[in-house]
DNA sequence: AATATCACG
DNA sequence: GACGTACGTGATATTT
């Protein structure tokens, strides 16, 4: 039947398919010759996914469109005409026909024609379509194509997952598609180099559009706009004009030599297929599509070793080789295996997340790829859910004791390395039980120094990514909510292939990362900045910080009172009642009922009513002030006095935060459960807070601080000899900045022209723009953009680090800082609002991730440096460390501490400034601080 | 599960 | 009046 009524056809962008699978993947390569097939496998996943997503759909016909060559009729129309973009990378180009193979591989319509761009074949399908009757879906988001909209023609962004119709157009352009080329022709297009009319956007060209009906109209009565420049440059310009309308204008006559009916959906060959995901070497891919076909997975061999990367042979995951270790004997020849081999992969299960007050459950260990077992100790005979279960173990289970009584001296051997994924957790857990798990490499930690910046680090990205297999799954042992039950009720016909999957899978990642760090030249960052701080982190997570639980009782219930007092005014002021937590709510109540002036909606619809919208309205109405109080009440109570509480440690009546040393990209910690870097300070009322965090009887809180040192350290990066000469001569340095800045001597500087000077300093760290410093001010982005240039007047080697590491960046695809810490930056190469962030990104990195590296290296030094005193390490939060020791003894803690944290850079960098450090004391935390 | 908001350096 | 814009995090409440 030909193409018709009841006929859906789906159109697929092909290279945008194919940059977008190119850009999301990390460079991988064929295991058996190293050809890069990263964007090739990028582009199956998602065809594979598409085609799943759309079974059983309404689609009829589909099919993916490629460009073919670079040069296509508007290259004779305007030379110039996509001039600007650069290259392809070489590492894509010979994955190219790659693509086309897959997608026949897929058995779907594979079409491209010379000397027309893909986009000109996609128009001409579409309006073939959209003639005889039928619907067409075109899977793109380029702008370009937003022109075939309506009348049964839609698109649909497969990143986003939404539908772009006839709304979505105009939300875009501002007018309905048959006006989109109209609109692209005045605002041109720069990633396409059309040229447009200067000084014309999309907003003006809309507006133009609308005002005269479409762009000849528009050209041919242009004498009659109002603004003296823009008549002119319609005037100056149509000609420009006019080739660019020829230049956006989609060819919907192409000269096809296939029809509709050709592109009517079709099964693949399943040999075919299977045959050319093997060829490519997709492992986890060609499992799951023999899978979804339902025939057997064709077995990928492994290539030979070569010579100068050894690869190591691995058999591929079996769960059904993995052992339950049930007596003496069996663990005896395990622990034989080990001491045969010297290191073996450990990995415990537990009751629960919280180390300090989980119990171990079970041990797994794996010396060799494929061979691994689990010694499971306390699991129980039933399930949970038995309400009436008794608490008997589970047959087949070695007693505890007897246990850890045999593993224990290979756990502390000093001969035995044990690896481990997040071996902070593990060894926190044997800490508690009074094994110290010595030495150990973490390949999480092996993943961060080598791949900060590209992706996670947690066990499933990292055998997703590396050794192409995806873990089991914990949800279906566990399961979740209400009737979730913990790892000790779980039946080890389950638990065994999950506890000793992971540590087959931690020792396969360790034997692949092992001589990767070295190529890397990161063995050094891992050895000296990663893997050391875990014994330090986990000792202070254990001993916590005391919190008393008075304290923010009183606080909350205080805090509820001004709330419904302020809830009642609030109420008052908006005529009714509302829910003053919904951010919904309250634009509807300011914007629409009250009427105020300046909403403006985001694109869920909803207006904004974060706290810079609310202050500009407290000017001309109580309302926004009043929410604001509440919220600021509001967050402290539910976030800080309410929630702290729960985090009490009932055995130790302390709070045990813990920190991820993997979070933040750029090298800084990150805490957690609870975070106790967010604690507030910045406002009086919240600062209060910190007054519930105690020293014990006895003893003092002790905060040390480093004074500026993200300031010092752009000086020295950057070389700033202005900034360093300010630093050596102790002048504060917002005060300087500002003196320098706003022409005010440095005895008459108010507070606020240094508040100001702060922002500048700051927002130079952080990749300044003129736009972000006027927000940040209040001030016009004329003057914030006349303050930038000054400063960078003033101090041009500021200018020069930014675009130097900007190109650093764009060349290499990562930044340094001074210890060698790479932080990557993928998305530097994207293009659009993408490639700005990263820029910004980039120009931060090394000075916080220098700044993170300066403050590890004195934390790991730390417990040594005060072995003796009495006192201990609490808190990191960033650029401060926390102490508590004995009454009488801060004298020469602080003493040491500073020393420590003030030479933390020694003696690998030789810093141009010095670092200097702030203390304080007091018996709780705002007093210390 | 996503979004908005706001706490920190 | 092209465009969108400070860097790095985590927790909570509301809404989908």
């Known amino acids: 039947m030909a193409f018709g009524k009841g006929h ?26 190293g050809l890069p097939i990263g964007a090739v496998s990028g582009f199956c996943n998602m065809l594979q996914r598409y085609v799943e997503g759309n079974a059983g759909g309404d689609v009829t016909h589909i099919a993916v469109i ?112 048959d006006r989109v080329v109209d609109v692209q022709a005045l605002a041109g297009d720069s990633v396409d180099n059309v040229p447009g009319a200067p000084g014309i956007g999309i907003k003006t060209a809309a507006l133009l559009i609308n005002e005269y009906g479409d762009l000849e109209t528009l050209l041919d009565r242009a004498e009659e706009i109002k603004q003296p420049k823009r008549r002119q440059t319609l005037i100056d ?20 030599t296939f029809t509709l009916d050709d592109l009517e959906i079709r099964d693949p060959d399943p040999q075919k297929l299977l045959d050319f995901l093997t060829r490519m070497e997709f492992r986890t891919l060609t499992k799951r599509i023999a899978d979804a076909l339902k025939v057997e997975a064709p077995t990928i061999p492994d290539p030979a070793p070569a010579e100068d990367a050894p690869q190591i042979e691995a058999p591929d995951f079996d769960k059904s080789t993995y052992t339950q270790v049930g007596t003496a004997e069996e663990l005896q020849t395990w622990i034989d295996k080990i001491y045969a081999r010297g290191y073996v992969a450990v990995d415990t299960e537990t009751t629960g997340l919280n180390e300090m007050t989980a119990d171990l459950v079970g041990i797994s260990l794996c010396v060799e790829a494929g061979e691994a077992c689990y010694i499971p100790l306390i699991h129980k005979a039933n399930r949970g859910d038995d309400l009436f279960g008794s608490d008997d173990l589970a047959e087949g289970q070695m007693p505890l004791d ?83 039950i913990t790892f000790d009720k779980v039946p080890l016909a389950d638990a065994v292939p999950y506890a000793a999957e992971d540590a087959d899978i931690t020792l396969r990642l360790w034997q692949l990362f092992k001589p990767q760090l070295h190529r890397a030249q990161t063995t050094r960052v891992y050895e000296t900045l990663e893997r050391p701080l875990v014994p330090v982190l986990a000792q202070m997570e254990r001993h916590g910080v005391k919190v008393d639980r008075d304290t923010l009782s009183r606080m909350s219930n205080a805090f509820a009172q001004k709330m419904g007092a302020l809830e009642a005014e ?22 629409d009922e009250m009427g105020l002036e300046g909403g403006k909606k985001g694109k869920t619809g909803a207006y904004a009513t974060g706290a810079d919208v609310l202050e500009d309205l407290a000017t001309e109405h109580d309302l926004p002030a009043r929410v604001l109080d509440w919220r600021q009440l509001s967050k402290l109570k539910s976030t800080y006095t309410d929630a702290l509480q729960d985090h009490i440690n009932p055995d130790t009546g302390r709070v045990h935060t813990s920190y991820s040393i993997t979070g933040a990209s750029t090298g800084r910690l990150a805490s957690t459960d609870p975070n106790l870097q967010n604690i507030p300070i910045r406002t009086e009322e919240g600062r209060r807070i910190r007054e519930a965090f105690v020293a014990e009887e006895g003893k003092t809180l002790v905060a040390l601080d480093y004074s500026q040192i993200e300031l010092r350290l752009l000086a020295h990066i950057a070389d700033i000899p202005e900034l360093k000469q300010a630093f050596a001569d102790g002048h504060d340095i917002h005060a300087m900045t500002a003196s320098e800045m706003f022409n005010v001597p440095m005895d008459e500087m108010t507070s606020d022209v240094r508040r100001q000077a702060k922002a500048i300093n700051f927002g130079v760290i952080y990749g300044i723009s003129g736009f972000g410093l006027a927000r940040n001010l209040r001030i016009p982005r004329a003057e914030a953009q006349g303050f930038i240039d000054r400063y960078f007047e003033r101090f041009p080697g500021i200018r020069k680090y930014m675009d130097d590491t900007k190109s650093f960046a764009r060349e290499h695809g990562f930044v340094q800082t001074l210890f060698g810490r790479k932080i990557h930056t993928p998305e530097i190469a994207s293009k659009g609002p993408r490639a700005g962030f990263a820029a910004r990104a980039a120009i931060n990195a090394p000075i916080q991730g220098t700044a993170a590296d300066v403050i590890r290296r004195a934390m790991i030094r730390m417990p040594d440096a005060i072995a003796g005193q009495p006192a201990k390490m609490l808190l990191q939060v960033h650029d401060e460390l926390l102490f508590e020791v004995d009454q009488g003894a801060e004298d020469t803690l602080i003493d040491t501490a500073r020393k420590v944290m003030e030479a933390a850079s020694d003696p690998v960098v030789k810093l141009d400034v010095s670092l200097s450090v702030d203390a304080g004391t007091g018996s709780n935390w705002a007093e210390a601080h």
């Open 66 to 177: 490629f460009d073919k060559g670079s040069h296509t009729f508007r290259n004779d129309m305007y030379d110039q005409y996509k001039a600007n973009r650069e290259a392809m990378p070489e590492d894509l180009r010979p994955q190219i026909p790659l693509t086309r193979e897959a997608t026949h591989a897929f058995n779907i319509a594979c079409e491209e024609m010379e000397g027309y761009e893909a986009d000109d074949i996609i128009a001409t399908l579409a309006v073939q379509a959209r003639n005889a009757g039928g619907r067409c879906t075109i899977i793109s988001s380029d702008k370009d194509l937003m022109q075939l909209v309506g009348g049964g023609v839609e698109m649909f962004d497969a990143m986003k997952n939404n539908t772009i119709d006839v709304e979505g157009v105009e939300a875009k352009f501002g007018v309905g598609p």
């Open 402 to 484: 007897d246990a850890l009584k045999m593993l224990t001296p290979v756990l502390e051997d000093p001969g035995i390395l044990k690896i481990g994924q997040n071996m902070k957790y593990d060894a926190k857990i044997f800490a508690q039980i009074g094994i110290t798990l010595a030495p150990f490499d973490d390949t999480m930690l092996m993943s961060y120094a080598m791949h900060a910046g590209l992706h996670g680090h947690g066990m499933d990205t990292l055998s997703e990514r590396y050794l192409n297999h995806t873990p089991l799954p914990i949800k279906p042992l566990l399961g979740s909510g209400k009737s979730a």
């Open 570 to 591: 609030i109420h008052e002021l908006a005529g009714r009642s509302f829910n003053v937590g919904s951010p919904k709510q309250l634009g509807e109540i300011l914007f």
């Open 237 to 256: 310009n149509r000609a420009q004009i006019e080739l660019s309308k020829r230049l956006v204008q989609l060819d919907e006559n192409t000269p096809l």
């Open 8 to 33: 859906h056809l789906h159109l697929i962008d092909g290279s945008a398919f194919i940059f977008r699978a190119y850009h999301a993947l990390p460079p991988l390569t064929r295991k058996s010759d």
